[in-house]
């Protein structure tokens, strides 16, 4: 899942050097923490979030598939 993400946001934004994805597991569900360049957040994120919750709905149906439950948060660098 980690790699679907890394792949998703690398072709979004302009520095995909820049891109990295953390894993930090939970109780309940494993959370993804993607981080871009400050200059590339409005590419990730889209107008009005479309593009993030895109980016959510893909990376929960695959893991929905391997049977764990996934979050995806955008962070700040």
Known sequence: ????????????VDDPDAVTVTEVPG???????????PEDMG??????GRIAKEIRTVVRSYAQRTGVKVSVDIVDQ
């Open 1 to 12: 899942m980690k790699d679907l993400l890394l792949y998703i946001a690398r072709n979004l």
């Open 43 to 48: 590419k990730v994120i889209g107008r009005q």
């Open 27 to 37: 109780d309940q569900e494993l959370t993804l923490e993607l981080r871009v360049a």
